[in-house]
């Protein structure tokens, strides 16, 4: 009679949890050579034509020509104050916010609309309405540019003015809008909305005072996509705006070709065109990745 050999389990091997964190924030940190210096390439890339331009916009045009990749010596602050008392400037500043404001009111708006039914509904042909939205994406604005023009300036009637481009501008942010926000209002518990309907909640209370709050940061996220996108158009202002209703992007050509010989007030004009959406886009920054989270999760 054979008898089995006993095998004694081995016993596990206890790592305090401080340890294991500093080993996977080792790994983070340490992370592929090779990957870095992708980065530091491509950061590169970004960043240095703004950081020269904004550097630029504190030396004179001697300076510019005499070394253009040296810094400031002496720093020149004529430049910007002299876009900053031009009236243009501000004329220009004061239309790009008006229609980017419009554009990101309609785009949230209209955008969480169409988005709730597509979420929380079953209906027949859900899903290919949801294809034309994700189909929009493919659709560029130059494709269309030339009908869009006749139907604003000709039927419309709107031609020149701050509504005859943020309407077709939100129309063109709205697939990417609905794209983003239908996952996040998917993902949120259904049990809520059942038990407020139980209570006697109707549906657009529901959808008014659940709902929407919780469905915040993908508004968000989308409204600040939108009002850069806005902010920094320029052919569909291009080809509807004229004279005092130009946006800054066509005010810094229009600046351009008035000063071409001024590089450093060109410079700038430039700079100061680009703070605005630049700091907005930092500000809400983790609102636009907790956003893009939540609708990746749903």
Do not use: C, H
């Not at 042909?125 to 604005?141: D, H, K, N, Q, S």
């Not at 600040?224 to 209703?245: E, I, K, R």
């Amino acid at each position: 009679m054979s008898v089995a050999p006993m095998v004694r389990p081995q016993a596990a091997v206890y790592q305090p949890e401080g340890k294991q964190r500093a080993r996977t924030g080792n790994a983070l940190q340490g992370g592929n050579p090779l990957v870095w210096a992708i980065a530091l390439v491509v950061m590169g890339l970004t960043l240095g034509p703004v950081l020269y331009g904004v550097l630029g916009g504190f030396r004179t045009n001697a300076q510019l020509a005499e070394n253009p990749a040296a810094l400031p010596d002496p720093w020149v602050f004529s430049n910007y104050a002299k876009v900053l008392t031009n009236s243009s400037f501000w004329t220009y500043a004061f239309n790009s916010t008006v229609i980017a404001v419009l554009t990101t009111a309609i785009v949230v708006v209209f955008g969480i609309m169409a988005a709730y039914p597509l979420a929380r509904y079953q209906f027949k042909g859900r899903e290919a309405l949801f294809t034309v939205f994700v189909l929009g994406l493919l659709f560029p604005t130059t494709v269309a540019i030339i009908p869009l023009f006749i139907m604003i300036t000709r039927d419309l009637q709107l031609g020149n003015t701050w509504w005859g481009v943020a309407l077709p501008q939100a129309a063109f942010a709205l697939p990417v809008t609905i794209v983003i926000l239908r996952p996040f209002l998917m993902a949120l518990p259904k049990e809520l909305e059942e038990a407020a309907l139980i209570d006697g909640a109707s549906r657009l209370g529901v959808f008014w005072r659940i709902l929407l709050p919780l469905s915040a940061p993908g508004m968000v996220t989308v409204g600040v996509l939108a009002f850069v996108g806005s902010w920094n158009a320029y052919l569909l202002p291009l080809l509807l705006l004229q004279g005092d209703m130009r946006t800054l992007p066509l005010g810094v050509a229009d600046y351009s070709s008035e000063y071409s010989s001024d590089t450093a007030g060109v410079f700038a004009f430039t700079s100061l065109a680009m703070i605005p959406a630049l700091v907005f886009f930092l500000a809400m920054q983790k609102r636009i990745v907790n956003g893009l989270q939540g609708a990746v999760k749903g």
